[in-house]
């Protein structure tokens, strides 16, 4: 696929390279094409354009930027209707106001498919989901059952045993908690970042 990755920090960064060694086009849309910390992920085959270039080239936008920008990016993509949005942000610490998280002003501000995932765990999981002999689960919630279908096979590209459905676009903010809860037991409890949550079935 063609996928726009929207803030290349931790977790932008490594989707970016995974979903580059899993084959697919990937272009980070940066404010500062030119940044020096970009230079790695252009050696492993990512590659760097401006936001709007990325994002009018691409079926899919990774957004891992700080939420509150949310309303800022849904201008600046323009049209993006046909078009996949994966938010992966939290809003921890702020929020997108009036919107309870990114993905709401999404949905409201843009007409592309938009959906949850890639946010409730941290990005050292999304570099390596292998626990022993255990696979983690990613997770994602929305209406759009087509972008479902994107994050769920593009999980799988990085590794994760699968996407599980967390519901519709009621569940986000759940979601959102559920990530609290990950980043509660890793930094507040001091567990450390190397956990994961593991869907258990009988
Ligand atoms: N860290 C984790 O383990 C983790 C896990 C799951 C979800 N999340 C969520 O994912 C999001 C990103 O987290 P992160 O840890 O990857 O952050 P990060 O390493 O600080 O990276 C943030 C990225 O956003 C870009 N950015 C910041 N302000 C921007 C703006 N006004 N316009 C365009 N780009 C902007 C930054 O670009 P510059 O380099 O140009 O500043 C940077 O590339 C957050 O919402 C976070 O809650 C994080």
Redesign the pocket.
Known sequence: MNIAV????????TLARNWAKAGHQVVVG???PD?E?LKPLAEVGVMISS?EDAVNGSEVILV????Q?AE??SRQFGDVSGKIIID???S?RTKPDPYPTAFHAFLDLTSAKVVKS???????NMQDPQYGEYRLEMFMAGEDDEAKEVARNLAKDCGFEDCIDFGGSDKVELLEKF?LSWINLAIMQGEGRNIGFKLLRR
């Open positions: 929207v803030g290349h920090g931790n977790v932008g960064g940066a404010r500062n940044d910390k936001l891992a930027t700080p939420p920008i800022d990016l992966a942000t939290n921890v890639f946010n409730t765990t941290g990005f050292e990530a």
